[in-house]
């Protein structure tokens, strides 16, 4: 089977990825009952958005949304990768090609420019 396929590193690349689309199909699965509920597909005091219309599907929802805000979420996912991916190079951060946790994000939490932008880590945001 896949377990005896490639090196380790390849086992590591199988296992980060297994761990990247779970989250994705999480986070899907989480946004799409989310954009189900009457608070959010129903009617806004404040629209969240130009050309929002409400009681729409979630694919209607989607559909609706301008451009420039897709592509700020494609922006945020993509910033996401990059820095899970060690684009820093913090201290004592291994990838996970190279012995490190596939899944592992190195702590954020206090950065982001003047008063630490960041409240959370993406690893264990709650220290659990």
């Not at 590591?12 to 509920?37: D, N, P, S």
């Not at 050309?51 to 609706?64: I, K, L, T």
Request: glycine content about 16%; some cysteine.
């Amino acid at each position: 089977g896949l377990s005896e396929l490639g090196s380790e590193r390849t086992q590591a690349w199988f296992k980060a990825a297994e761990t990247k689309h779970g989250r994705v199909a999480m986070a899907a699965f989480l946004g799409f009952i989310a954009q189900c509920t009457p608070q959010v597909s129903g009617e806004h005091t404040f629209a969240p958005y130009r050309g929002y219309v409400a009681g729409c599907s979630p694919q209607e929802q989607w559909d609706n949304i301008p451009t420039i805000g897709k592509l700020q979420i494609f922006i945020l996912i993509g910033m996401l990768e990059s820095y899970g991916e060690g684009a820093s190079q913090p201290d004592g951060y291994v990838h996970y090609m190279r012995g490190g946790k596939p899944g592992y994000y190195p702590e954020i939490k206090g950065k982001g420019g003047p008063g630490g932008h960041f409240l959370f880590n993406l690893w264990d945001p709650f220290q659990l």
